[in-house]
């Protein structure tokens, strides 16, 4: 019998004006949700993910998809937020801490970067269903950091959520996918599993610490269409 497999997909900024090949138009990112529906594909839940790893009992389904659209962009609220509520299907959003924040955002987002969300934008995402994964503070490569620094990092997002009565994480998204041994080990101590980038391995207990993520292209949309995973084993972090 074929391995069951889970299939992490990132998103980020959703735009009919696509300025980047990494965004995505709203009119796709529906059809991708419906192709998973309509081919019998399962979006997965990242707390249920969560919890399998926990608890053996917990038996993913073959070919789960766990949807996350990373950094925080305000486009994740006005589109992804009505598709979550038409099809009856979960996404987790991963966002910066620092992007939420008016007194932070400045110095954090990239020059000429599209609008971010604010934390009452965020409690809005998880009032419909949404859910919250971990993606540092400050949006920095944390294996070129110090293990304070990391830690830092780490501790700050966290209490970001608890200040402003949000849900605590339990899945983490490296940003770019950089990780190493003492970012692992950090992420481990706060989480129970994280999305690494596109080299990243299959979900199970013995990677709950380097989930394979695959980041949204403009070149991926066919394969993504025809839910072809094959075609998605890139080996480039985002």
């Known amino acids: 019998m074929r391995e069951k497999t889970m299939h992490g997909i990132c998103f980020h900024h959703i ?26 594909a399962v979006f997965l839940k990242p707390s249920t993910l969560a919890e399998s790893f926990a608890d053996p009992r917990i038996r993913l389904a073959e070919d789960a998809v766990c949807l996350i659209f990373d950094d925080g962009y305000r486009s994740t609220l006005e589109f992804a937020a009505p598709l979550m509520a038409k099809l009856g299907v979960v996404f987790g959003l991963a966002p910066a801490t620092a992007l939420l924040l008016d007194d932070q955002r400045p110095l954090a987002a990239p020059e000429g970067s599209r609008g971010f969300l604010s934390v009452d934008d965020l409690k809005l995402w998880t009032a419909v269903g949404g859910e919250i994964l971990g993606h540092s503070h400050s949006h920095v490569a944390l294996s070129a950091l110090a293990t304070s620094t990391v830690e830092h990092e780490l501790d700050t997002e966290l209490a970001i959520y608890a200040e402003h009565g949000l849900p ?26 994280a999305f690494a980038g596109d080299c990243g391995s299959v979900a199970g207990p013995d990677h709950r ?7 949204f292209r403009q070149k ?12 998605l084993d890139l080996h480039t972090h985002e």
Do not use: C, Q
């Open 15 to 40: 735009d009919e004006d696509l300025g980047s090949e990494y965004d995505v138009a709203p009119t796709d990112l529906e059809r991708f949700v419906r192709a998973v529906v309509d081919g019998g």
């Open 168 to 193: 605590a994480p339990e899945l983490f998204v490296y940003p770019f996918g950089a990780h190493d041994e003492r970012v692992r080990r950090a992420v481990a101590a706060r989480y129970r599993g």
């Open 220 to 231: 991926l949309l066919p394969g993504l269409l025809r839910l072809d995973w094959a075609s």
């Open 209 to 215: 610490f380097d989930l394979h993520r695959v980041t």
